[in-house]
């Protein structure tokens, strides 16, 4: 199972669909779904690796979707220079909030409120600032040329965030394996163990929250393109802080392919639900919110890990069977 | 005497207004085995926080190999080779103990392969070979206890201290792993261990320092220290020594 | 340069909406003092509670003031369930899990509210919401007022149910000492769903305080909640008087803040303040260092 081949089985096959499917609804849905699971990614590193969990990771998601706007629309940019900027841009608040926060030493609640708090100062400041058009928000011209980072068929968009989540993957995986990887589990285990084992807590916490930035960001950055819209609502909003949380908790914090099976399965249920109610608002949150407490209370490792909690479950059960018997 | 590897000066810690610690002075000598005893509360724990960059010290110096190395934080103790074990065992309780000993294994060892090659040696030496498969959650006392030694272990350090490792053991389970500790110092590991078990520092130590409220009260060879009189009285409480000496 | 006549009433007005916050804050602070999580879903519940005051007034016809007596048992009870039979068994008792279904909780009850009244902004009309006391050289309106006082007599309850009463023994005592007092028998479950019921007890008090002159829609209570985290970092986490001393200064810091920079900036200083507070002094202002 621990190699390459399984990503490369997964995004190959997710990456014939757009040559089987042509409805533009299924292709968006599977877009943004994509999208979220990027974002979730980026937590996933932070979270579910580091056990440190951010109830506000739209600071990433927002700085990346901005810094791709603004760049372009009020300098000047290329769409791509400014699309990487977006992802260097996540990086360095990830330095700064990350360097402010591992400093002071905070942990568990009180790392997921300043977390919270960062995400807020952001949203009230973008809606206010004139560089980000305040209220009204930042809109991309429409320029359906390559060079501008837009394309004319959704399938393009698609191959482009399925080529992000794809590196996303590879680095996990990398991270996963590394000796960097190791050190940040023992700190989500256990952060004294792992300082007397010669652990810098505060650097690898710091180093995740570095890549976890960038990769979450990547997600805004996308959005900026896709949707050529952002606004404060959108950028800092709650929704996102919550849906980078959601998916990989769902689908299963701390492995490789729990963001992505969660956002699939997330945005799925959350889509049947509006199309069961007709388009009714806050279902589908409702039934996340839901999800989320049943995946804490009852699958603690995810729908990804449900498999091995069953096969455990099993054993034990046939284990007590044959000693009584 | 050996050189000494450890050299504590005059530390102090106070908890608010508790003196944890009072100007304390040791000294582990290279390649032996030190110990500290002391009735419980003495300070002893607290002096291994000290040593191994947990807490700083209000008052006084640390001095490992040569440097100054008051007030540095744990990693970077452990990257000059002071290792700890926890009195109340610390496993990455999530984690296979082989990836527990390998959390140790890679401040040595960069590589992903090397790492896992040493923690399964550190697991043969301790005794673990058999379980480096089982979460460290899963494990027996006697287990943990073992787990925290090779985890340390793993950091390949010069200094290892050790905080009641064979407490909760039952006397097999100690008869066990004191060759384990003795093999240790004979490949070079300098160890400076807290124990209540008199038989084990008997057995194993070369060097006894006891502590009792926060301070040195005695120092000797085992044999010394176990018929001091002050240190009977630390125990056991005043006028046991005299007692003890009346009786036949 | 500002003159007294401005500033005198925009402080009595910061003092009087820092009072709310103080019982939301109180809430939140209670909760953690015992169980030791952020409830995530405090807002949530605020907002809740909010519409229940609206309802009880538009359907039943019971003055905001009257359906406390209605509202704050009510939920008294379903904070108790919420804690007993949601968060404590979802949770295994770890405390990333609680914050993640307080964090669940939050996002089911919010949107079930949307769901169910949609976005719209509802108010109430009661004949005192514009009566005023007339100082000579301000004006306090009434509903503030009110507000202010029935802050303090909720503080007084609690404290008399914290001192006196058994279960405030027991809370008190798992608060301190929570092995311990397991070990003398104390039911650990039943008192974390006391308190949790104690703490959403507070916020619906808060939501019957705030109808007369607030608005509600399904994302009302974020406001106060956000503003609740600060108080409850600013007095210390767990800290009863922290968080009414930490309620009455954000309040007149809001106050003050608006007044010099605008509505929205205004809370920005606030955040800043908390950010401030949570890197250097986690503990807050009031706490003892760790
Ligand atoms: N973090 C702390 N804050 C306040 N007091 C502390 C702290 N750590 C230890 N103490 C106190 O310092 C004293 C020494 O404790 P320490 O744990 O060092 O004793 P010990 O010799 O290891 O005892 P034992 O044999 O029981 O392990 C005790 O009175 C203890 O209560
Ligand atoms: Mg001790």
């Known amino acids: 199972m621990r190699s390459f081949v399984p990503i490369a089985i997964v995004v190959a096959a997710l990456a014939v669909v757009p040559l089987l499917v042509h409805s533009n609804v299924v292709l968006n849905f599977l877009v943004v779904a994509l999208m979220i699971a990027l974002a979730g990614q980026g937590w996933n590193i ?67 409120l300043v977390t919270l708090a960062f995400a807020e100062v952001l949203r009230i400041l973008a809606s206010v600032t004139p560089i980000t058009g305040a209220g009204v928000g930042t809109l991309l011209k429409l320029d359906l040329r390559f060079a501008a980072l837009q394309f004319e068929s959704r399938a393009v968009f698609y191959w482009l965030i399925l080529a992000l989540v794809a590196v996303a993957l590879i680095v996990t995986y990398a991270v996963e394996r590394s000796r960097f990887g190791a050190w940040l589990t023992a700190v989500r285990e256990n952060e ?84 069961v109610t007709g388009q009714a608002p806050g279902l589908d949150l409702v039934v996340f919110g839901i999800v989320l407490i049943a995946v804490v209370g009852l699958a603690p490792r995810g729908l990804v890990g449900l498999r091995a909690q069953l096969a455990a479950r099993w054993r034990r059960a046939r284990a007590g069977e044959a000693s009584r018997g | 005497m050996a050189e000494a590897l450890l050299t504590v000066e005059g530390v102090s810690r106070r908890f608010g207004g508790l003196l944890a610690v009072g100007a304390v002075s040791l000294i582990a000598a290279e390649g032996r085995i030190t110990a500290l005893i002391g009735p419980n509360g003495a300070g002893k724990t607290t002096m291994f926080a000290l040593i191994s960059g947990f807490l700083k010290p209000s008052d006084g110096s640390v001095r490992f190999g040569g440097d100054n190395v008051t007030g540095e934080p744990a990693h970077r103790l452990a990257r000059r080779g002071i290792a700890r074990t926890f009195q109340i065992v610390q496993p990455f309780a999530g984690l296979t103990v082989r990836e527990n000993i390998r959390v140790g294994a890679h401040l040595r060892h960069a590589g992903r392969a090397a790492a896992l090659a040493a923690a399964e040696a550190v697991a043969r030496e301790v005794g673990l070979a058999g379980l480096l498969d089982a979460p460290a959650d899963s494990l027996t006392v006697a287990g943990r206890k073992r787990l925290e030694l090779a985890k340390a272990l793993a950091t390949e350090p010069k200094l290892l201290l050790l905080d009641e490792v064979l407490a909760g053991l039952n006397p097999s389970e100690i008869r066990d792993i004191i060759p384990v500790i003795r093999g240790l110092r004979d490949r070079g590991i300098t160890i400076l261990m807290i124990e209540h078990v008199m038989q084990a520092v008997m057995s194993l130590a070369e060097h006894v320092y006891v502590l009792a409220e926060g301070r040195i009260i005695a120092t000797g060879t085992p044999a010394e220290v176990a018929c001091d009189p002050v240190v009977i009285e630390a125990y056991l409480g005043h006028g046991a020594a005299k007692r003890l000496a009346r009786a036949p | 340069m500002l003159s007294p006549v401005i500033l005198i009433p925009a402080l009595l007005n910061g003092l009087l909406t820092g009072a709310v916050y103080a019982l939301v804050a109180l809430g939140l602070t209670l909760i953690y003092g015992v169980l030791h999580i952020i409830n995530f879903a405090h807002g949530a519940l605020l907002t809740a509670a909010m519409f229940a005051a609206y309802f009880a007034f538009q359907v039943l016809g019971i003055d905001p003031y009257l359906s406390i007596f209605l509202i704050a048992p009510l939920f008294f009870a379903i904070g108790y369930a919420l804690q007993r039979f949601v968060i404590g068994p979802a949770s295994h008792g770890e405390d990333r899990n609680m914050l993640l279904v307080t964090l669940g909780l939050a996002v089911v009850i919010e949107n079930a509210l949307l769901f169910g009244f949609r976005a719209d902004t509802r108010t109430i009309d009661v004949p005192y919401a514009f009566q005023s006391i007339d100082l000579g050289f301000t004006y306090l309106a009434v509903p503030r007022l009110v507000g202010f006082v029935a802050v303090f007599a909720v503080a007084v309850v609690l404290w008399l149910i914290m001192t006196l009463t058994d279960i405030g023994r027991a809370i008190r005592a798992v608060a301190k000492e929570k092995l311990g007092a397991q070990l003398a028998g104390i039911d650990v479950a039943h008192v974390y769903a006391v308190t949790f019921g104690l703490g959403t007890a507070c916020v619906a008090v808060a939501a019957c305080l705030l109808m007369p002159t607030y608005y509600v829609n399904p994302g009302a209570g974020n406001a106060f909640v956000l503003v609740a985290f600060t108080i409850v970092v600013l007095g210390g986490m767990g800290s009863v008087p922290g968080a009414v001393v930490g309620g009455l200064v954000i309040g007149v810091v809001e106050s003050l803040s ?25 503990q807050g202002l009031f706490g003892a260092k760790a």
């Open chain 1, 46 to 112: 932070l979270g579910g690796y580091g056990g440190q969990y951010s109830f506000g990771h739209a600071i990433f998601f927002g700085t990346g979707a901005y810094v791709t706007a603004i760049l372009q629309v009020k300098f000047g940019v290329n769409a791509w220079l400014a699309f990487g900027t977006g992802i260097a841009a996540g990086a360095v608040v990830g330095v700064v909030v990350g360097w402010l926060a591992f400093r002071a030493g905070l942990r568990g609640s009180y790392f997921a």
């Open chain 1, 192 to 275: 004294d163990a792992a300082r007397a084992l010669g652990v810098d807590a505060v650097a690898v916490k710091l180093g995740a929250m570095v890549i976890s930035g960038a990769i979450t960001a990547a997600a805004g950055c996308f959005y900026s393109q896709y949707f050529l819209f952002v606004d404060s609502h959108i950028a800092y909003g709650a929704w996102i802080s919550v849906e980078a949380l959601l998916t990989p908790i769902i689908g299963g914090a701390g492995t490789i392919f729990g963001p992505l099976v969660g956002a699939l399965v997330v945005k799925a249920l959350g889509e049947g639900a509006l199309l």
């Open chain 3, 258 to 282: 608006s007044l010099f920079l605008g509505d929205s900036l205004g809370q920005v200083g606030i955040f800043l303040i908390f950010i401030a507070v949570l890197l250097v002094r986690p």
